[in-house]
Every structure is written in structure tokens, then in C-alpha cells.
């Protein structure tokens, strides 16, 4: 069992190892891990090779549909507001706020960055607030950081709930309830988060000392909503509205505790006098300004399954195919109107057309971005497909074998590190879930515990992942244009993940009688 868990563990160690300390752009070091996984694969798991083929052929579609379709869309449309002008304006009015660095982080990054997770997933969280925190002067590895980490914890709700609902239903649990307890589980790091993100901001404790009091009340706003969410609601708007309330709570805390930060926290004196150039626009200016981004709202919320007569119409328009040939092969589904990069993708055309772009413009700016993202969607083909013949291989499966049969009762402990090793090598807190979620509800019948509380910390600990995911590190250094960072990157974003990943496993084990408030 000890040779299987090292032997699977080659192609996650090679990651480590390329990308922290060789400092490989990780457009490189993941088709090596391809490659090692598929001789792994071959020659010691003995996958037939046809099975590994369509396995990887697999990760490779899903890379592109709906993946890199979500990212690219993400990164056209802000390429596309700058180009109008609109994202200008959008800079205005958030430096209007405030021009406190501080509270700008805990806006965009956690606020607007944890929206757009709850409503889109698949990488628009760190793409887009990245992209406006580069516009704002902010350096593009600390936007990058920073957005990765604001990232993690609204994971969990990701695109109306998926990662939450999929662990429930994988598990044969019931996902408002699996939704209460993952909210439970979230809370403590849901509100030291905004804390951190300051702290990361200021450059020390120090920074916190005239802004602790906003970051408490961003993340308390963002936490309780989000358990009132899950309680009353259900798994789909948790993060959603929790965001809604956390960037509205921390625009008031801002205006009444932060009226005049200390000049240290303050934007670049060249940024604000740039932006002091323009005039704040009036209320018509700033709705088409932002018209892409409220359209992505009302088309991914009105096109949910929060609207069944819209959503089942729209969702039986698809393709299923099967490509993987082994056994227990599930059909891939290409759901062509109901995915998020689609309609963002139709938001952003119809927001251009409101900020008068033509068509060639948006042809241009199209063009640009896809050459903008092409080392980006080298990784995640290549990773993608490394990961699914991992899972399909078996190897997968042995690495988290191993940890239980080693922890025993003390398993809780790393049962969020199971959740988030599946994030990292996949990029997905779902496809963690799908891997994971029933090995952690056998687990948690072996060891006498509910199962509920396993299938819980799995999701929270796939949420941690989301920090130093290759898949995730790589649409960061695609939208803050710093290819080739990907090595300092994963190595600021390991410590924050350690903490993350302590602190969930001392909750997974030690919180179980948090269960009875449930």
C-alpha cells in the first residue's frame, strides 16, 4: 500500500517540485506530469491503454467545455471594458469608496471576487477581480495572491452551490443540510479570512490596527449570512448572497470607520491622479459601465436552477457523449446554452454593443485574448488529463486509502487534506467532491461518526486546494499577465494553504459536536 501511495503521489510531488523550486511556467511542468501519470498508469497500475487514452481525452474536454470557454469569457470581458472605457468608470466609482488599498482588496478581491464564484465558478473569481486590481496600480503577483486566497472559502458554493450539491448527492445525503454543516464548518475561516487579506495587504499585523473593525464585519457579514442562507434557503445562494451582504456591509464600515486611512494604505499618488482625471460618472454611465457584469448576474441567476421553467428548457438543448471507454463510464454532457461561459460570453457581447464597441473591436479584443490565453489552456488540458486518468486509474483512490489506513480514528484530521489534494490535481472543488465524498462517508461509518461531518470536511478542505491549484495559479498569471510567475506564485500561496488546511483539520476533529446545533 506504501509503494501505491508513493507511486501516485509522483505526479503531485513533480508539481511541487517544478513549480516551486525549479521554476518551470507551469505551461511546461504539467504535460511532464502527464506523461508521468500516463507511464504510471500503463505500467504499474495496468490501465489498458485505451482506457488511458479516452481517461485523458476526457480531462482534456472538460478543460475546454466549459473550463477554458468560462475563463476565456471572463478575460474577454474585461478586456473588453477596457477597451470601451467602461472599466475605467468601474475604477472610478470603486476608488470612490475609498481609496484605502485595504478596503479595495476586501471589495474586489473578497466581495465581488466571492460573488462571482458563488454565480460562475470556474476561475472568473480570481480572473476578473485580479484583472481590476492590476487596473487600480496594485503589483500583478500580490493582485494574483491575493485574489487566490479570497477565492477559497466561497468555493464551497461555487457556481449556485455545485461543489456542496454534488458532495451531498455522490454521498446520498441531503444538500441543505450538507450545506448547514459545510457553512458551520467555514465559519471561523469565513470571518479571519477578510483579516488575512488585510493583514496580506498591509504587508503585517500592523496594517490591521485601523481596519480590523471593517475586515470583522466583511467577514461576519459573509458568514452569517451565508449559514442564514444555508438554513433557510438551500445550497445554491449561500455564497451568493453572503457576498451581496459583505460588499454592501463593508462599503458602509468604509465610509464610517476609514474616512481618511493612513497614507501608507493609500493608492499610488499616479494612480489617484489618474483617476482623478475622470469624472465620476453619472447613474446611466455607471449601469452601462457595469452592464456586463449585472447582465452575467441576471443571465447566470435567471438561467439556474433557482428558475426551473427557464432552466429546463435551456438545459435540454445538449449533447451527451461518452468518450471515456472503461467501465462505469458516465456520458459527458456539452450543455450548450445553460453554460456559465456561454452566457457570459453573450452577457459580454451585449454589454459591449450598451458601451457602443463594434463588432470589429470585439473581433480584435477576442483575437487578443485567446493569444492571451493559450499557455493558460495548455495547462489545463494537460492537467486536466493527468488528473482524470489519475482517478480512473485508480491512483487516485490509493493515496487516500493510504491516509486512512494510517490515521485511523485520528482521521478527521486530514480528511479536508484528502478534499483538498483532489482540488489540486484536478482545479475543481466539484471533481474533488466526485472523487472523495464517498470514500469520506465510508470512512466516517468505519470510525463511528456521521457522515455527514466527512463529506463536510472534504468540501472545506477542497476549498484550501483552490489556493495553490495549478489550474487555478494558471488563470491568476494569465489574467495579471505574469507568465513564467507561476513558481513565486505557488510558493507566497503554500503558506496560506497550510494555514487553511491546519485550521480545517483542527475543526474537523475537534468541532463534531457542532453537529448537534444542526
Same mark, same amino acid.
Given at each position: ?12 510531488? $513533480? ?29 504499474? $497500475? ?34 473588453? *471594458? ?49 484583472? #481590476? ?37 455522490? =454521498? ?39 481596519? $480590523?473593525?471593517?475586515?470583522?464585519? =466583511? ?26 451582504? =459583505? ?7 468604509? +465610509? ?11 493608492? =499610488? ?48 438543448? +445538449?449533447?451527451?457523449?461518452? #468518450? ?43 483575437? &487578443? ?37 494510517? *490515521? ?31 470514500? &469520506? ?29 495549478? &489550474? ?19 510558493? #507566497?500561496?503554500? +503558506? ?23
Amino acid at each position: 500500500m506504501f509503494l501505491e501511495f508513493i507511486l501516485a503521489l509522483l505526479p503531485i510531488l $513533480w508539481l511541487v517540485v517544478s513549480l516551486c523550486y525549479l521554476k518551470m511556467p507551469a505551461y511546461k511542468a504539467c504535460p511532464v506530469a502527464l506523461v508521468i501519470t500516463v507511464l504510471l498508469a500503463l505500467l504499474y $497500475w495496468k490501465a489498458p491503454g485505451i482506457e488511458v487514452f479516452t481517461g485523458g481525452l476526457e480531462g482534456a474536454t472538460m478543460a475546454l467545455w466549459p473550463i477554458s470557454l468560462v475563463i476565456v469569457a471572463a478575460i474577454f470581458t474585461y478586456n473588453l *471594458t477596457v477597451k470601451t472605457g467602461a472599466m475605467a468608470r468601474i475604477q472610478k466609482m470603486l476608488t470612490s469608496v475609498s481609496n484605502d488599498k485595504r478596503v479595495l482588496v476586501l471589495i474586489i478581491a473578497w466581495g465581488f471576487g466571492g460573488f462571482m464564484e458563488a454565480m460562475a465558478g470556474f476561475g472568473t473569481a480570481v480572473a476578473i477581480p485580479a484583472s #481590476i486590481l492590476c487596473g487600480l496600480g496594485f503589483h500583478p503577483i500580490f493582485a494574483a495572491v491575493v485574489c487566490l486566497v479570497a477565492n477559497a472559502t466561497p468555493t464551497a458554493f461555487g457556481s449556485i452551490g455545485i461543489p456542496t450539491v454534488t458532495a451531498a448527492s455522490v =454521498s446520498g445525503l441531503d444538500p441543505q443540510a450538507t450545506a448547514v454543516v459545510v457553512s458551520l464548518q467555514l465559519f471561523l475561516m469565513v470571518v479571519l479570512t477578510p483579516l488575512l487579506l488585510v493583514t496580506i495587504t498591509g504587508g503585517g499585523l500592523k496594517s490591521l490596527k485601523s481596519s $480590523w473593525h471593517i475586515a470583522l464585519i =466583511s467577514g461576519l457579514g459573509f458568514a452569517v449570512v451565508q449559514l442564514l442562507a444555508a438554513r433557510f434557503i438551500g445550497a445554491e445562494l449561500p455564497a451568493v448572497t453572503g457576498s451581496v451582504a =459583505s460588499m454592501l456591509l463593508t462599503i458602509w464600515a468604509a +465610509k464610517v470607520f476609514c474616512k481618511n486611512p493612513p497614507k501608507e494604505y493609500q493608492l =499610488s499618488e499616479e494612480t489617484k491622479d489618474e483617476l482623478q482625471k475622470q469624472e465620476l460618472p453619472n447613474l446611466r454611465e455607471a449601469v452601462i459601465s457595469w452592464s456586463p457584469f449585472l447582465l452575467i448576474f441576471v443571465f447566470l441567476l435567471t438561467v439556474s436552477k433557482l428558475v426551473p421553467p427557464v432552466y429546463n428548457v435551456l438545459a435540454a438543448v +445538449k449533447t451527451s457523449v461518452v #468518450i471515456y471507454s472503461g467501465a462505469g463510464a458516465a456520458p459527458y454532457t456539452f450543455s450548450w446554452l445553460t453554460t456559465p461561459g456561454v452566457l457570459i460570453f453573450i452577457a459580454a457581447f451585449l454589454g459591449g454593443l450598451l458601451q457602443k464597441a463594434s463588432l470589429s473591436d470585439m473581433a480584435q479584443v477576442l483575437v &487578443q485574448t485567446l493569444k492571451q490565453m493559450l499557455k493558460t489552456m495548455i495547462t489545463l488540458i494537460t492537467i486536466l488529463a493527468a488528473a482524470k486518468i489519475m482517478g480512473y486509474s485508480g491512483m487516485t483512490r490509493d493515496i487516500a486509502a493510504f491516509l486512512v489506513a494510517v *490515521t485511523g480514528t485520528a482521521y478527521p484530521l486530514v480528511a479536508p487534506l484528502i478534499g483538498s489534494i483532489g482540488t489540486f490535481v484536478t482545479g475543481s472543488a466539484t471533481s474533488s467532491s466526485v472523487l472523495f465524498s464517498s470514500l &469520506q462517508a465510508e470512512t466516517a461509518r468505519a470510525i463511528g461518526i456521521q457522515e455527514i461531518w466527512l463529506v463536510a470536511a472534504n468540501t472545506i478542505g477542497a476549498t484550501a486546494g483552490k489556493i495553490i491549484s495549478p &489550474q487555478s495559479i494558471a488563470i491568476a498569471v494569465a489574467s495579471t499577465g505574469t507568465s513564467g510567475e507561476e513558481s513565486n506564485i505557488l510558493r #507566497i500561496t503554500l +503558506k496560506y494553504y497550510l494555514l487553511y488546511i491546519v485550521i480545517f483539520g483542527l475543526i474537523s476533529y475537534f468541532g463534531y459536536s457542532l453537529l448537534s446545533l444542526v
